[in-house]
């Protein structure tokens, strides 16, 4: 299985300020996705982080809010733009890994806070 | 798109007992349903998966049923044991399309009790 290092763990923001979230992976991936998963609730993708072109959004999600950067096949940044006390969240990247397709591994996530 | 219903949200069992999850999909071009478990302040791990050329797969105390036609899955632990209780997602994809992210159920709580 893929190794997953995201970065930071977890943060206190101030309203209106960004934050940028690292995803680094120990080997080349097809498909990295970023999912957001809000206090006691299921998982729901933001968007599929795909190399040399834009990010493909899931139906809720902007760019503009959510800015996705892929520069190669082992490292992405989700964006969280313009922060609000409703972006206060779990943002977890998987990757599509190993030899069989769709097998998704998780990072470990990070605890985003908004005051 | 995809839609994925999971129940019982929640479910208590006593150590030792069984317990069952199930799940119904929407999109029959989905043939790939993965099952996590997540717990408390943890990232989802994979547990088990079945792919829709099988109707079943088992891996000591966990196993998994796909039914194709009425498009439902099942997640089935026995002798359940306290480190068991967690939150399980079951999830489906398909490997045929371009989308090939993961649409989670709302996920069961499950608690083991000693």
């Known amino acids: 299985s893929a190794v997953i290092s995201q970065k930071p763990s977890r943060d206190i923001c101030q309203r209106g300020t960004s934050l940028t979230i690292q995803c680094q992976v120990d080997?080349?991936?097809?498909?990295m996705f970023w999912y957001r998963q809000q206090p006691g609730q299921s998982l729901t993708l933001i968007a599929t982080?795909?190399?040399?072109?834009?990010?493909?959004?899931e139906s809720g999600f902007v760019i503009d809010k959510f800015p996705i950067s892929r520069p190669n096949l082992t490292f992405s940044t989700l964006t969280v733009s313009n922060m609000s006390p409703e972006d206060s969240s779990i943002y977890l990247c998987?990757?599509?890994?190993?030899?069989?397709?769709?097998?998704?591994?998780f990072g470990a996530g990070t605890r985003l806070s908004v005051l | 798109g995809e839609n994925v219903e999971q129940h019982p949200s929640t479910l208590s069992v006593q150590e030792g007992d069984s317990a069952v999850i199930k799940c119904t999909y929407s999109?029959?071009?989905?043939?790939?349903f993965p099952w996590y478990k997540q717990e408390l302040g943890k990232r989802p791990q994979l547990i088990i998966d079945?792919?829709?050329?099988?109707g079943e797969k088992k891996d000591q105390r966990i196993a998994v049923t796909l039914n194709k036609t009425a498009k439902h899955f099942s997640l089935h632990i026995t002798e359940t044991q306290p480190e068991d209780s967690a939150v399980y997602f079951c999830?489906?994809?398909?490997?045929?399309?371009?989308?090939?992210?993961?649409?989670f159920g709302s996920g069961t709580r499950l608690q083991v009790q000693p």
């Open positions: 998987s990757v599509e890994g190993g030899i069989a397709k769709n097998i998704q591994y």
């Open positions: 080997s080349q991936v097809t498909m």
């Open positions: 982080a795909n190399q040399g072109s834009e990010a493909t959004y």
């Open positions: 999109d029959s071009a989905s043939n790939y």
């Open positions: 079945i792919r829709s050329n099988v």
């Open positions: 999830a489906a994809t398909s490997s045929h399309t371009g989308r090939r992210a993961l649409t």
